[in-house]
């Protein structure tokens, strides 16, 4: 047997250095112990250790590792919004999958890694921001995408309903703020069959003997 296959003794692959041969497998190839630079002691398939193995498996794990903590963000919460971007577009079972990756919204190949992602948008990131397409009918690409918080995003969603207000045509949460009147007393008025042009009409006291559904002699909101 050693005289007509090859000797590899004290040779190195990778980080494997072959020992001795411990005999043959049913396939007539033979079987080498190896050495690993990590300490670990092995048998090698001959064909193996000449074609493929680098390591005892070290290497594999080590590579894993380090493509988990490159970053050093884990932890992050841009991360954390960027394995949501990346899982309401691309994870069937997601919840949001139906709104996005069902409605055809994808990720940029560039994004794909988190690295990217954060090098094109992380200057512009504060604490308590989340991801913002631009245009809700496009993808997750670096010129469409904008840091935003809460109530923008919620401005910005495709169901919103838009009033129109003497600011102009604004979502009912936008015309809250201008008009100094809560959301719910927008949307009960609208419920009531109020016109829009009484919509945002200001709250009066009872007291100041004022009723919110009447105009004053120019129409105007009084």
Same mark, same amino acid.
């Given at each position: 047997?050693?005289? &007509? !296959?090859?000797? *590899? #003794? ?9 020992? $001795?041969?411990?005999? @043959? ?61 990346? &899982? !309401?577009?691309? *994870? #069937? ?9 069902? $409605?055809?919204?994808? @990720? ?115």
């Amino acid at each position: 047997m050693t005289n &007509k !296959r090859k000797d *590899l #003794t004290g040779q190195r692959f990778g980080r494997l250095t072959a020992l $001795r041969c411990v005999g @043959v497998n049913s396939s007539g190839n033979t079987i080498w112990q190896v050495h690993c630079d990590c300490g670990t002691i092995k048998e090698v398939v001959s064909t193996n250790l000449q074609r493929n193995s680098r390591s005892c498996g070290c290497l594999h794990r080590e590579l894993l590792r380090t493509r988990r903590i490159s970053h050093g963000m884990r932890k992050h919460p841009a991360y954390n919004v960027w394995r949501g971007m990346r &899982k !309401r577009c691309q *994870l #069937t079972r997601n919840a949001s999958y139906v709104n996005y990756g069902g $409605r055809g919204i994808k @990720v940029c190949r560039r994004w794909q890694k988190f690295e990217n992602f954060w090098a094109d948008m992380g200057a512009t990131y504060k604490s308590g921001l989340s991801i913002e397409r631009k245009n809700n009918a496009g993808d997750y690409t670096p010129h469409n995408c904008v840091w935003a918080d809460a109530f923008t995003q919620a401005n910005n969603r495709r169901t919103n309903v838009r009033i129109q207000t003497p600011w102009g045509s604004l979502t009912v949460a936008q015309a809250a703020r201008r008009s100094g009147l809560d959301k719910e007393t927008i949307y009960k008025r609208q419920e009531q069959g109020w016109s829009e042009e009484d919509l945002l009409r200001p709250l009066w006291s009872r007291k100041a003997g004022y009723n919110a559904r009447k105009r004053n002699e120019h129409g105007q909101f009084a």
